[in-house]
């Protein structure tokens, strides 16, 4: 196997007494797409500004195509970053800033401009290099700033929540456009995000970060079908969760009640004992609707809800019901083909879930979740 | 309505700006040929270009106003990036604070504070003494370099003003990103912080310039005799010989050098005045 591209060893950063990132190691493929995913104030900023060398860790290391970068200056190593603001120069034009490290590398100004321009059309702004940056868009501003750092083939780009700025539609189209740069490129992409959608779509792996720890790493897959902990389950992704008691583990099934009385089961994960406070996650998409029992798949256990609201989105419409007996709110994604496009406020419906498509978790001890 | 709004305005302008200019122009443009009669001629003009003493004051005041403004620039940016940059908060507002604490006196007794310092019978002469570099107490006053050291003093804080507003408004990210592109210091100053805080050090220096120009008090009591500096001759034209078409004359030429080089300026760095005005 290669040397991987970006490499953590055991990285800590404390501000002030509370440690921003605790102890991180992980490791990234050459030329893959790596995100990491993780609510404001996780750390996640403060870690890539370490890979970029703004910041410096206070104990571990990190090393960019197998070499350290302890001491090493931002303006030293293989990395180039976008960032959030996109940090475009106002007093240079479009194809000065492409060119700036070209230039900082004393390449001559023929060259560079002819590798500025090339650069500028293989991201769909060809002939633009005259302009000033504030003549152009948004999105066009964003493959800019992404040319300016891919110009210089670095080892790996970092991406500082490039598209926060951006309304929905181009934000949709940025992160088909980011994932065929990367593809075409072929440069290793370490991208930093909030947005869970953006994590899952565009990266091959993805690091769930909380509180300055990987809850979790793996493929998209694997984040949303494996969660390995109850912030994971409940972070990626719209999940239901159902805090509660366990009453039974019977085969790596748990048997669980919710303080209101409603007793699901849902499979089990990590060390869940009878009688230990458990928190279970089922996805609005693993839950199946029926307006009569018999519609339901047999042998799973089945419940009667009162639809709540009717969530309209398109494709990803969902129903919010309560469930009859307990009043627990549970959500169920609306299957696409408008089946149930007629459903009422206040009409009685039947739900179901397969326990298998279902996780349990023991309920987190401390204020971690 | 537009009318007495400006009113104001217009009066302090006609009555205190237009007129008395006016009335001086007259008065620069006429001889006297014999008592209480005057005709018009452009004799006193031509006294300044005959007589070498007055033309040679004048370049002297301009080179050496030039060279306080650049001493009070290259001085005043470290100070201005300090406060807009690496300071935060109450550090950073009191630094401002200092640089503005000698203000609260009048130039007056700021010039004659230098003047206890530098002077032969001074502090700084007799430490001198003290310290072993000198064998008697040297007279610090009425040189060149005194005259800068007070000029530059009293313009500082005239220049760090405008330069921390620029510098403030310069997005760390921007220079983040240059060194994330291989930039050196001295780069990121050369190609993002001076190009961004151009309106700020233009707006300073041209501030910084027309005060030195036109300062009295400080070249005269730090320089003495020895200060030669153009607006004392027109204070001797004015009040010593009672010649006041030539004073009137003396002020004009003032007038059109600040006036060229402050024009030749911007012209040599490129900025235009209303822009300069505007983003500063």
Redesign the interface.
Known sequence: MSTPDLEARAVVKRFAGHTAVDALSFSVARGSFFSILGPSGCGKTTLLRMI?G?IAPDEGDILIGGNSMAGI???RRP???V???L?L????SVGENVA??LA??GVPKAERVKKSAAMLERVGLAGAGHKAVDQLSGGQRQRVAIA??LV?EPTLLLLDEPLGALDLKLREHMKIELKQLQAAFGTTFVYITHDQSEALVLSDHVGVMNRGRFEQLGTPQELYYSPATPFVAGFVGANNKIPGRAQRVDGGIVRLGTDQGWVVHAAARGAVAAGAAVEAFVRPEAATLARAVEELPPGQPHYAGVVESLLFDGANSAVLLREAASRFEFRIALPQTGRFADLKVGETVHFGFDPQRAVCFPAPGDARA | MLGLLLAPALVWLLALIILPHVDLALLSLRERVAPDEFKLSLAQYRTFFAEPLYWQIFVRTAVMSAISTLLTLLIAFPIAWTIAKLLRGRASALLLVVCLIPFWVSETVRTLGWMILLRESGVLPGLLVRLGLTDVPVELLYRDATILVGLVYTSLLFMVVPLVSSLESLDNSLIEAAYDLGAGGLTVLRKIVIPHAAPGITAGCIVVFMMTLGNYLTPNLLGGKNSQWFTEQIYNQFITRFNWEQGAAFGFLLLVLSTTMVWAGLRLTGQRFGEVMRRS
């Not at chain 1, 120069?89 to 240079?92: E, G, L, N, Q, V």
Request: no cysteine.
């Open positions: 970029a703004f200056a931002p303006n990395v180039n970053m960032f959030q603001q940090a120069f106002p007093m240079m700036f490290g900082r590398r300016r750092s210089l």
